[in-house]
């Protein structure tokens, strides 16, 4: 039967072919040799591809040199040359394998002939194309390339945004600025700044001949950002290996462009622009480029020029951005619109997390699935749509681009603190040295730096914000609530942590949430009573309960399978008793106890062996037993506690302790044995004990200090190496051998001087801040005698009713040469301030502030030197003057009698100040002055008699003045503000750290 089926089918061939009219010797040729047919078709390919090359290479060479592309037919050819490549490569493995029948006894003749026909047909096209490949040169390439790409873009919501592009344009037209960074946090807004810069140059602009858009991708490494380049400007790498050749040809390739623009959209990693081809901007080059980034580090490894950052919205403009997203229909209901502000907020002000919130709740009216949503948000699971792959995604790609687990460890520590907290970044440091993360080499200011290089990185990748707490000089961070609720959702997997900080929660989590894996746990600022269970987690390192009541206590037993524990905070909490199992935590390195009001005892300490910080500051308990084997204590704060039973003597064993803070403690005599000692905060009751203490030399040891002569004020001295004199009668007798290296200088409540002691001496040239208060007998600050202050930077004079003038005589050149900020508050028997000889030397002067100087007729008054009246042709020029606020000086009538010019000045503020009505820098104001002001602050009254008596300026100023109410003076209807329209938004908010009031 296969000999049947054999013949018919050789049969049905010969049949076909003959009703086709193909010849039957041509058939036969198929069935004979069907080799010999392939090797004809690889012999024409051979010819295709060589004429491929020919023309791929010369339409490279027209774009590289002249900028030309290829003709759509040429495209199509190239097109079809590639296609006929991959139909024959699919035939290869049909044509060498040889197929038979009748168990190998003959050939399989259909498969030849159906072979053979197939060849003949790629032979026939292969030929076609051939006849096609002779392109002449000019109809090769004839056109220029795009200028660029006009690229969908969605409408800048705000004037946060629209601040941006106009800075970056500025820049952009700017002949001085060659690499422009954009930065922010993923989901800012970045890319669609971007956008429309690029569609305005394309659309509106000929400041460039290309502008040039390239995507960077998370995994960009030098071979893939050159591809990615050269894709744009139309040249292929593909088989091009070396990096180097890359480069060239890609710089000549851009060079060539003149006039160009490159746009490199969210860059995760810097690279040098010769490494990749990049010509550097310049005078030389005409070109310029900008790039996106999250990463204020990637700017400066790009070496960029400016930088600009994009900040989330400001709280108007989200709600506009959110209306236009969820309908404002759907916000008509006024109890669905509370619900909506609250959704809102927890956006944070991320324009991305705006958008898909608001496209996932649009057109919602039911108020229930608002509240569901807010639940979500606040809980930080991403179950809102979009939500997890849009935002959440991204925030923690950032996350992900930490350089080491170190840095990534430290950052999640940051998301134990409650939501929009600003935390206190020493504080946060020391966190992370006591649970081992800054590697244990011992604690001092080499930790403190490491730490501070990692919160420096941390705020570079846009994952935590400058953060500030009103009337504090520390310096604070803060997470955004999007970027903690990412975090927060790292931790719910690996490593474990449990947070429920500042959740007003009365009851704490039940025993089954303390699971053996968590590894932190975060309870502070909630309304705890009591902890009444006994949990197992034998790997937390950390916990952190300050800020609760804990009135009721915690169980005797709570602490026994915590063997791990390193750190536990009980600070500003009601608890009287610890628990005894706390002498077991034999692995604890930091106990804080500060300001635990009710406490009466601490169990016996002579097991915590490993105890390296020791706050019981502000507390009032006996003295624990076992404190004498605490030998590898570090850091001992006592301030303002009462140790019933303490011998002081202890200290003088603790071998390792370097830092000791023992504010309103008179311990003085044995600190001169604690040798390693390298901060010390210590209160001395006289000037004579003090100088004491500075004759013995122990100072020399110290790396910072506060000292506190009179009664305690630790809280006025925020600095390092500071002194405060406080409420003591100062007599120059009995002054001590000053200290050099003072920093700060504070004097309260202190009398017996009419000017500054002259034991502060040998302090003057180091000093930087320096807090003058309500020492009544002072008439002047400075007197002759003194030398120039030239380093001092803030001066603050409050309540001296016996003050006639700041400085007594000429001063001596170079006085008060690195002033930034002069406040003066209250001071009644001031009639003038500042000689016309000291203030021309005022050239750093920032911010001038005076306030509530009844007597006050004039600031700066007539020099007694003709030589400094000529100088600067009778000006007065302050460069640097950014700010000036002069509030309640009824008497005041003239700042300075002659004109001033003051080119920086941003802000001025004059309210209740009557007889002012004439501004020195207004007589012949200055273009760059109008440029640079911002607001004006004024009654209305005020205003109309500046326009009287100075009608140019006001003019030129009058169109950015808008009135607003007076928020602090009382009076009439004409009591209302006139405030210059600023540009610059605001910034900032208070919040507490967890060592300040709740």
Not at 608 to 634: A, H, V, Y
Request: glycine share 6%.
């Amino acid at each position: 039967m296969e000999i049947v089926g054999a013949v018919v089918s050789m049969m049905q061939c010969f049949c076909g072919e003959t009703c086709s009219h193909q010849s039957i010797s041509k058939t036969c040729a198929y069935l004979r040799k069907p080799h010999a047919l392939a090797n004809r078709l690889d012999e024409k390919m051979e010819l295709l591809k060589a004429r491929e090359e020919d023309i791929k290479r010369k339409l490279h060479v027209e774009n590289l040199w002249r900028g030309m592309e290829p003709k759509a037919e040429v495209h199509m050819w190239l097109t079809n040359v590639g296609k006929i490549r991959s139909g024959i490569a699919s035939m290869q493995d049909k044509i060498t394998k040889d197929e038979r029948c009748l168990n190998g006894c003959l050939p399989n003749y259909v498969s030849r002939f159906k072979q053979g026909k197939c060849i003949n047909k790629k032979i026939k096209e292969v030929d076609r194309l051939l006849g096609q490949s002779i392109f002449p040169d000019a109809s090769l390439v004839d056109m220029m390339p795009q200028r660029g790409k006009i690229l969908p873009t969605t409408t800048l919501v705000g004037k946060t945004a629209q601040r941006c592009l106009e800075v970056v344009w500025k820049y952009l037209i700017d002949g001085h600025t060659g690499i422009i960074g954009i930065y922010g946090m993923g989901g800012v807004g970045k890319t669609s700044i971007l956008l429309a810069i690029n569609n305005q140059l394309l659309r509106e602009s000929t400041v460039f001949d290309n502008v040039i858009w390239v995507t960077a991708s998370n995994d960009s490494n030098v071979q893939k950002l050159q591809k990615d380049i050269a894709r744009a400007v139309g040249l292929s790498f593909d088989n091009e290996d070396d990096e180097m050749t890359r480069a060239a040809q890609l710089h000549e390739a851009l060079l060539r462009r003149s006039r160009f623009l490159l746009i490199i959209d969210d860059l995760w990693e810097a690279f040098p622009l010769e490494v990749i081809g990049i010509p550097s901007p310049g005078y030389e080059h005409e070109c310029k480029l900008i790039i996106t980034t999250r990463s204020m580090m990637v700017c400066r490894g790009m070496e960029t020029t400016r930088e600009v950052e994009v900040s989330v919205l400001s709280e108007e403009e989200a709600w506009d951005l959110f209306k236009q997203k969820v309908g404002d229909e759907v916000l008509a209901s006024p109890r669905l619109k509370v619900v909506a502000k609250d959704v809102l907020k927890e956006c944070g002000g991320l324009p991305l997390a705006i958008v898909t919130v608001g496209r996932a709740l649009r057109r919602e009216n039911d108020l229930r699935q608002w509240i569901i949503a807010l639940s979500q948000l606040k809980s930080a699971t991403g179950r809102i749509e979009g939500m997890e792959n849009r935002v959440s995604a991204r925030l923690r790609f950032s996350y992900e681009r930490l350089k080491d687990n170190v840095t990534k460890s430290c950052f999640l520590y940051c998301a134990l603190y409650p939501e929009d907290h600003h935390i206190e970044t020493e504080e946060l440091i020391k966190y992370w040295i006591w649970e081992g993360l800054l590697d244990y080499l011992g604690y001092g200011e080499s930790k403190m730096l490491q730490g501070k290089m990692i919160l420096d990185e941390l705020k570079n990748a846009c994952l935590l914000e400058i953060g500030c707490q009103e009337g504090s000089l520390n310096e604070y961070v803060k997470m955004h609530d999007l970027i903690r609720d990412m975090a927060i959702a790292v931790t719910r997997v690996s490593p474990l942590f449990m947070i429920r900080a500042g959740h007003e929660i009365r009851v704490p989590p039940v025993e089954s949430e303390w699971l053996e894996g968590l590894e932190r746990i975060s309870l502070m600022r909630n309304d705890l009573c009591s902890l009444n269970f006994e949990p197992r987690c034998p790997q937390l390192t950390t916990l952190l309960l300050q800020y609760n009541s804990l009135s009721k206590g915690i169980l005797p037993s709570f602490f026994n399978h915590l063997q791990n524990l390193r750190v536990l905070d009980l600070s500003y909490t009601g608890i009287d008793l610890l628990p005894d199992s706390l002498s077991n935590l034999e692995n604890l390195c930091a106990l804080l106890l500060r300001s635990c009001w009710n406490l009466r005892g601490v169990p016996t300490m002579e097991r915590l062996k490993e105890l390296r910080f020791l706050d019981l500051s502000s507390t009032s308990i006996m003295c624990p037993q076992g404190m004498e084997m605490l030998l590898n204590l570090k850091h001992l704060d006592l301030s303002n506690a009462k140790l019933y039973g303490f011998d002081s003597q202890i200290l003088g064993t603790y071998r390792f302790l370097e830092n000791l803070l023992m504010l309103g403690l008179d311990f003085v005599d044995v600190v001169e044995h604690c040798t390693n000692l390298t901060n010390l905060e210590a209160n001395f009751s006289n000037l004579q004990d003090f100088n004491y203490y500075v004759l013995s030399g122990h100072w020399n040891t110290l790396e910072s200090f506060k000292f506190c002569i009179g009664y305690s004020q630790s809280s006025k001295l925020p600095g390092k190496n500071s002194v405060g004199f406080f409420g003591i009668h100062i007599v120059e007798s009995e002054s001590p051998s000053w200290l050099p290296g003072i920093l700060e200088l504070a004097i309260h409540n202190c009398s017996g001087i009419t000017q500054l002691p002259m034991f502060i001496m040998n302090a003057s040239s180091d000093l930087k801040r320096c807090k003058i208060k309500y020492c009544d007998e002072m008439e002047w600050i400075i007197t002759p005698e003194w030398v120039a202050f030239p380093n001092l930077e803030l001066l603050e004079i409050e309540g001296l009713s016996g003050l006639q003038n700041m400085y007594k005589g000429i001063p001596p050149a170079g006085t008060l040469t690195n002033l930034k900020v002069l406040n003066v508050f209250a001071c009644n028997s001031l009639m003038t301030l500042l000689p016309l000889e000291l203030v021309q030397q005022l050239k750093n002067l920032e911010e001038l502030e005076l306030e509530s100087c009844s007597m006050l007729e004039e600031i700066v008054t007539e020099a007694e030197n003709e030589e400094v009246i000529q100088e600067n042709n009778g000006e007065l020029v302050l460069p640097c003057l950014r700010k000036l606020r002069l509030v309640s000086i009824p008497r005041l009538r003239t700042i300075c009698r002659g004109p001033m010019v003051c080119d920086s000045l941003m802000t001025i503020e004059v309210i209740d100040c009557p007889l002012l009505g004439r501004l020195p820098f207004f007589l012949e104001i200055r273009q760059q002055l109008v440029d640079s002001l911002k607001q004006i602050k004024g009654s209305r009254r005020w205003w109309r008699t500046l326009e009287r008596n100075h009608p140019t300026a006001t003019s030129l100023l009058a169109p950015l003045v808008r009135p607003e109410r007076v928020q602090h003076c009382s009076a009439s209807n004409e009591d209302i503000i006139v405030e210059i329209n600023t540009i610059c938004s605001s910034g900032g908010s208070s919040g507490n750290s967890s060592f300040g009031p709740r």
